[in-house]
């Protein structure tokens, strides 16, 4: 079990920019969520996916917000024209059914 | 709308001093609530699930109980390296499985 892991662990990007993040899972963990933490709060939940499939997203994921999970495995989460209110720390977790989630150490974003 | 609250917002202990952090949740079907410890720059790190009222989890220092309306987590003889942010979060039967409803955490600091 080597955890979940992210990539990058930081980015600083200018706003207007676009952005991708990498999440590799727990190899077993069919499942993979994305939440968003700013400082001070706790995780808010932005999307899921059971294997390939997109299965629920958030209000917060506005349309310039877009995440894939081709095969199952890893997934990216794509930010689109960056904006100042973007900036925060990006976190990827994976589970099996009925077992907790597991974060990874997540992607800080500074939109400039 | 499930929220959930956690007091104190922050927590200043001696070593050896034990002490509790509350949880406070509303929700509309109360399917899990979790409790994770949180270390700077890093992802939240699991420790319990609480199913029902009047369960109760152990680990090293640290005790977890649920009631109807609130979870406590109690720290025994804390050590400077309990020192993190601690989570709860609360999962509903409205929801999916991925979508945790976390609240801001308490700073628990242990002094030597």
């Known amino acids: 079990d080597t955890g979940v892991s992210q990539d990058p662990r930081h980015k600083i990007t200018k706003r207007g920019q676009n952005v991708t993040f990498r999440c590799d899972p727990i190899?077993?963990?069919?499942?993979l969520y994305w939440y968003r933490q700013t400082l001070g709060q706790g995780p808010e939940f932005l999307t899921y996916?059971?294997?390939?499939?997109?299965?629920?997203k958030s209000r917060l994921l506005s349309d310039r917000f877009s995440a894939e999970r081709p095969k199952g495995s890893f997934s990216t989460l794509e930010i689109q024209r960056t904006e100042q209110g973007d900036s925060a720390m990006y976190l990827c977790?994976?589970?099996?059914?009925?077992?907790?989630?597991?974060f990874g150490n997540g992607t800080r974003l500074t939109v400039t | 709308e499930d929220q959930v609250t956690q007091s104190p917002e922050a927590l200043r202990l001696q070593e050896g001093e034990s002490s509790s952090l509350n949880c406070s949740y509303t929700v509309s079907g109360l399917r899990g609530l979790f409790w994770y410890r949180q270390d700077p720059g890093k992802g939240p790190e699991f420790l319990f699930t609480?199913?029902?009222a009047g369960e109760e989890k152990e680990k090293e220092r640290l005790k977890a109980t649920l009631t109807k309306k609130e979870s406590f987590l109690h720290i025994t003889a804390p050590k400077p390296e309990d020192s993190a942010t601690y989570l709860c979060a609360v999962m509903n039967y409205g929801g999916s499985q991925g979508n945790l409803i976390f609240g801001k955490g308490t700073k628990l600091s242990v002094k030597p």
């Open positions: 996916f059971q294997n390939e499939a997109q299965l629920e």
């Open positions: 977790a994976s589970s099996t059914p009925g077992s907790p989630l597991h």
């Open positions: 609480l199913y029902s």
């Open positions: 190899s077993e963990h069919n499942r």
